[in-house]
């Protein structure tokens, strides 16, 4: 297989398994870019199995770069929560094809952040591509019964609150359509009323842009930060119902630049379905993949 083959055929998945080991397209572009620089040098037609070869060399760079990484992150200003991806429909970027078509919310890729390189390395491999152990394995240079060992791990890690997180489409509409109407009226009730009692909002502004620096835990709390700074003009332009990480959120406009994106998880609660989590990212850098629709949205 050629060079230029090799490249088309294999670089939208690779940028799909980074960027759900890193968490940020940007960084997963870049370590995928490096791959295919490395490899350029070498005879690619010796290369007898390409897709396990090139998934073995980007889960290397990525747990090399989540290792470094992860003194950055914990070093934070405010909660680090990954970038948010968008679906636009059109298939226009190959990439952002094949990561919608796995199903991996957004709230998922957040609780990720628990997990040590190698955890999340086996839990995306495993998850993302369906993997077996001993698939698995041969990527990592590990037995097949210690990666059994770390998937479970891995997931018992992610469980121990309430399980895996998971967005709804339906509700998740319903919500974004509430929080449209209560920024346009200044009334959170409905809004406030999809909320578990205890639910969590995380904001992340990366220290660029004013953010809540602590979770926000509670309904009542929710409601008062969030009325607090409408009333400031933190939602002041034009609020957009978008697809991110495959499920309906929400994209700010403000002064023709991407502002704000809201993400949500839900969870059944009191035999209803109710938003655990608000997952607001203002960090400019990580909303640079945004845009949003043509069409005005509807309040």
């Known amino acids: 297989m050629e060079y230029e083959t090799l490249y088309e055929t294999y670089k939208p998945l690779l940028i799909s398994v980074a960027y759900r080991m890193v968490g940020t397209l940007a960084d997963a572009e870049d370590l995928v870019h490096d791959v295919f620089v490395n490899i350029q040098r070498n005879d ?19 747990l090399n770069f989540l290792t470094s990484a992860r003194q950055k992150r914990e070093t934070y200003v405010g909660p680090w929560l990954p ?9 226009a970027d190959p990439a952002t094809e094949v990561i919608q ?14 997990l040590s390189p190698v955890e999340r390395a086996v839990f995306v491999l495993r998850e993302a591509l369906g993997y077996t152990h001993a698939e698995i394995a041969r990527v990592l240079g590990k037995s097949e019964a210690n990666c059994r060992k770390i998937y479970s791990r891995a997931k018992t890690k992610l469980q121990t609150s309430s399980g895996l997180p998971s967005c709804k489409s339906a509700q998740a509409e319903a919500l974004a359509q509430a929080f449209q109407q209560a920024v346009h009226t200044g009334k959170f009730d409905r809004f406030i009323d999809l909320l578990t009692e205890h639910a969590v909002l995380l904001s992340d502004g990366g220290g660029k842009v004013r953010a809540a620096i602590q979770p926000i835990i509670g309904r009542e709390r929710i409601r008062a930060f969030l009325e607090g700074i409408t009333r400031k003009g ?28 809201m993400a949500i998880t839900f969870a059944p609660h009191e035999n209803r379905t109710q938003a655990t989590h608000i997952f607001l990212v203002n960090n400019p850098d990580k909303l640079q993949h945004l845009s949003h629709p043509a069409k005005p949205p509807r309040v």
Not at 101 to 114: F, K, P
Not at 244 to 258: E, R, S, T, V, Y
């Open 44 to 62: 690619v037609g010796l290369i007898r199995h390409p897709q396990a070869y090139l998934i073995k060399l980007i889960t290397n760079r990525c």
């Open 83 to 91: 970038e948010p991806l968008q679906s636009t429909g059109d298939h």
């Open 101 to 114: 078509q796995e199903t991996m919310a957004y709230g998922l890729l957040v609780m990720m952040e628990r």
């Open 234 to 261: 933190a939602f002041h332009g034009v609020l957009y119902q978008v697809t991110l990480n495959g499920q309906p959120g929400l994209l700010l406009i403000k002064n023709g630049q991407q502002a704000v994106s």
